[in-house]
């Protein structure tokens, strides 16, 4: 089992064109100061790839390749984690490809393309290995804390049942590369089962949401779901 703490953070200012005021009176967007005041989002990049990986972000669209030094966000060490921040200037949502790539070669790459996020929200961007190849998933964060309960999300690389026997039973088949919907369990000890085998959260913080990472009957990795940006 490995509880990464997402703690490091880079933090980088894009200013978009046409986001300022215009004082064109036709302008049929109708846009105001105050809603293109400076809006953040934040991504928390995970590598469980088997390599150091180098990860990549830009903006969706324009001519600007991905995978170009000016792109690059941070290197992320096997079994770790880097947060990452976003600021710009517009109304409109912010598009955004993101890429992951193998820092000793540099030939093998991944890409997740037209994710689409909001002013505040949060992004798991997981580069992973299927059957060999280095894959990139993105999925938004969707923290929904309970009190006095465990609230936790899935995200699978490898085909596994979840089998939840908490006050409301249920079971989940989750293929590889697929996050779940919310479990809630009521207690720590052998409410979950990966698979055949029952696990043990105690863990994790009651009253929080997180995010379990598991290859089948196993979690690698759990991480705190929220809504703070750094």
């Not at 030939?107 to 689409?116: C, D, F, K, L």
């Not at 923290?143 to 079971?171: G, M």
């Amino acid at each position: 089992m490995i509880r990464v703490a997402l703690t490091a953070l880079s933090t980088v200012f894009l200013i978009a064109c046409g986001g300022g005021s215009s004082s064109d009176s036709s302008d049929p967007t109708g846009v105001t100061m105050d809603e293109i005041s400076v809006r953040t989002l934040g991504i928390d990049l995970v590598n469980l790839s088997g390599v150091t990986a180098d990860f990549f972000i830009k903006e969706s669209g324009g001519n600007s390749v991905l995978f170009d030094e000016n792109n690059k966000v941070y290197t992320v060490n096997h079994v770790d984690s880097y947060y990452h921040s976003i600021s710009w200037t517009t109304a409109s949502p912010m598009s955004l490809d993101i890429g992951a790539q193998d820092t000793n070669s540099q030939t093998v790459q991944s890409v997740s393309e037209g994710n689409i996020l909001n002013n505040g929200e949060k992004l798991w961007a997981i580069a992973w290995n299927d059957e060999g190849e280095m894959t990139l998933t993105s999925g938004v964060q969707d923290p929904a804390p309970i009190e006095d309960k465990y609230r936790l999300r899935l995200f699978a690389i490898e085909d596994v049942v979840v089998t939840v026997n908490s006050s409301a039973f249920s079971v989940i088949n989750l293929s590889k590369g697929s996050f779940s919907n919310q479990i809630i369990l009521d207690n720590c000890d052998n409410e979950l089962i990966l698979g055949a085998n029952q696990r043990n959260i105690c863990d994790l913080d009651i009253g929080k949401s997180y995010l379990l990472i598991v290859d089948g009957g196993n979690w690698l990795l759990a991480a705190e779901e929220d809504t703070t940006i750094n």
